[in-house]
Structures are given as structure tokens and as C-alpha cells.
């Protein structure tokens, strides 16, 4: 069974940090990109972050609006893929998502996680 569970979410101060943690399990990992979405209430879900494969690698990639703020990584070995966010905002506030595509077919292999709240209040 595949399974995508995240976890790190939580109440923040502006300008605080959150390490966000993606489990994975039911799938081979290393063939998948990994990213990182979030929806804030009342907005659509919009993309923040990806590890995606290119040959025998990854490149990572981020939304406009997290770059330098926000990193991703991976680590194949424990099949986790992590958010490092910093220099949190309130605008930051959504629930965070995990999602998993295969590298070559997305559209037939593709799992979501069920997601984790951050909020970033004073």
C-alpha cells in the first residue's frame, strides 16, 4: 500500500523555522520526484518545492516566492523527503502537502499525502 505521511507542521512565530518530513512507503522512491505543495485558505494549491530526476540525479526547484527561504532535500536511503523552512511568514500559513510522481509517467503513478498544517502567527 503507498503511503505518503507528513509530519513537522505547527504554530510558528514570524520569522521562525519548521522542518517539514515526508515518509514514504508502497512505492520505489528513487524513481519518483518528490515535491511539495501548500494551500492557504481560500487560495488554490500552488507548487513550493521539487526533487526531480534527471538521469541518474536530482535538481531541485522552488517557487519564486520560497527562494532562499525555503530548501528541499531527499534521502533515498530512508525514503523521506524534507522541507527546511525559515524566515516563516505569515502568508507561509497553509497546509503543506507531499506528493509523489513517478519520474517518466506521472499521470499513472502519482500519491498525495493527506498533509500537515503550518501556521505562522504571532
Known amino acids: 500500500q503507498v503511503q505518503l505521511v507528513e509530519s513537522g507542521g505547527g504554530l510558528v512565530q514570524p520569522g521562525g523555522s519548521l522542518r517539514l518530513s515526508c515518509a514514504a512507503s508502497?512505492?520505489?522512491?528513487?524513481?519518483?520526484?518528490m515535491r511539495w505543495y501548500r494551500q492557504a485558505p481560500g487560495k488554490e494549491r500552488e507548487l513550493v518545492a521539487g526533487?526531480?530526476?534527471?538521469?541518474?540525479?536530482?535538481?531541485?526547484n522552488y517557487a519564486d516566492s520560497v527562494k532562499g527561504q525555503f530548501t528541499i532535500s531527499r534521502d533515498n536511503a530512508k525514503n523521506t523527503v524534507d522541507l527546511q523552512m525559515d524566515s516563516l511568514k505569515p502568508e507561509d500559513t497553509a497546509v503543506y502537502y507531499c506528493?509523489?510522481?513517478?519520474?517518466?509517467?506521472?499521470?499513472?503513478?502519482?500519491?498525495w499525502g493527506q498533509g500537515t498544517q503550518v501556521t505562522v502567527s504571532s
Open positions: 506528493r509523489a510522481g513517478h519520474w517518466t509517467t506521472p499521470s499513472r503513478f502519482n500519491y
Open positions: 526533487t526531480t530526476r534527471i538521469g541518474s540525479g536530482f535538481g531541485s
Open positions: 508502497g512505492f520505489t522512491f528513487r524513481n519518483y520526484d
